[in-house]
């Protein structure tokens, strides 16, 4: 809890909080009127298709912001129409502003709706950059994301589990046994 370390003082994380604070965020998250939607990716299917994209384009280099962008595009792809006002907050990556990509990548996600279903999305789109410190949004966001990284990587899911019921969807795009566009998994179809 010490500033200077640059961790639980300043910002709730959950890979650098102690259990014990860990398990007060968790029930303060569940007592919180909020939905948590995500799309994951699989490295190992990142990684061929970038060797693909290398077998054809010697000048291809992977671009971690290429990625996060695509995502982005994808998991606001179905959710800019239903407010008219979005107002999008990013966790700031790395030290340039990303602003203008991840709005220009949620513009994107705008005009895909549109063709798909052949209809306008009216709402405005405004997307920052800020900080967990000063956005506790974010702060819950990386619970949840720590919660989901735990069960993918580690194949431990009590702390998903335990989230679940906020949970909107969860898209693995790079299931796809049953679907070309992957899993989606919601509270009828759990991810465990």
């Known amino acids: 809890m010490q500033a200077e370390q640059r ?7 959950a890979k650098d909080d102690v259990a014990e604070v860990r398990r007060e965020v968790f029930q303060v998250l569940l ?13 190992l299917s990142v990684l061929r ?10 000048g291809y280099r992977f671009n971690p912001n290429e990625l996060y962008d695509s995502l982005v595009a994808r998991l606001f792809k ?5 407010q008219p006002d979005v107002r999008v907050c990013f966790a700031r990556r790395g030290s340039s502003d990303r602003s203008q990509a991840l709005a220009a990548a949620l513009e994107k996600a705008r005009n895909r709706f549109a063709a798909k279903w052949n209809r306008p999305v009216v709402s405005s789109i405004q997307a920052r950059e800020s900080s ?11 619970y949840f994301l720590w ?20 949970v909107g969807l969860v898209h693995a795009v790079d299931e796809t046994d049953k679907a070309v566009y992957g899993t989606c998994y919601t509270k009828k179809r759990p991810l465990f």
């Open 132 to 142: 967990p410190a000063v956005e506790a949004a974010l702060q819950a966001t990386d």
């Open 31 to 43: 007592r919180q009127d909020l939905r948590f939607f995500a799309v994951v990716r699989d490295k």
């Open 49 to 58: 298709y970038v060797q693909q994209r290398n077998a054809f384009d010697d």
């Open 147 to 166: 919660a989901l990284q735990r069960h993918y990587e580690r194949q431990e899911s009590r702390y998903l589990e335990l989230l679940w019921p906020q």
């Open 78 to 82: 179905d959710r800019l129409h239903l």
């Open 7 to 13: 961790k639980t003082a300043l910002a709730f994380h």
